[in-house]
Nanobody, 117 residues
Framework: QVQLVESGGGLVQPGGSLRLSCTAS????????MGWFRQAPGNERELVATITSGSITVYADSVKGRFTISRDNAKNTVYLQMDSLRSEDTAVYYCYHRSVRSGFAGWGQGIQVTVSS
């Protein structure tokens, strides 16, 4: 059974930082592209960043230069370091995986990030 467990969300002031973590089980972590998506109220779910097992990264334009995605294959964990946070970054953030072998993909339960003064 695949599980993606997110942690690290919460309330932060504009300009602040948070680090999200997602620990995966039930998958061959190194054989999966990992990533983060987010969904704000009234909006569709959108890509934030993805990272391959070889650490090739892709970022949404809106977060380039502010967010950094990384992974630790030994710990089955992907991280999202979020700096210079803005109110428009407020959303539920979802961890994502996609197997490069089968294409099978899935999501975590999501974690709330609120940027507000």
């Amino acid at each position: 059974q695949v599980q993606l467990v997110e942690s690290g969300g919460g309330l932060v002031q504009p300009g602040g930082s948070l680090r999200l973590s997602c620990t995966a089980s039930g998958i061959i972590f190194s054989a999966n592209v990992m990533g983060w998506f987010r969904q704000a109220p009234g909006n569709e779910r959108e890509l934030v960043a993805t990272i391959t097992s070889g650490s090739i990264t892709v970022y949404a334009d809106s977060v380039k230069g502010r967010f950094t995605i990384s992974r630790d294959n030994a710990k089955n964990t992907v991280y999202l370091q979020m700096d210079s946070l803005r109110s428009e970054d407020t959303a539920v953030y979802y961890c994502y995986h996609r197997s490069v072998r089968s294409g099978f993909a899935g999501w975590g339960q999501g974690i709330q990030v609120t940027v507000s003064s």
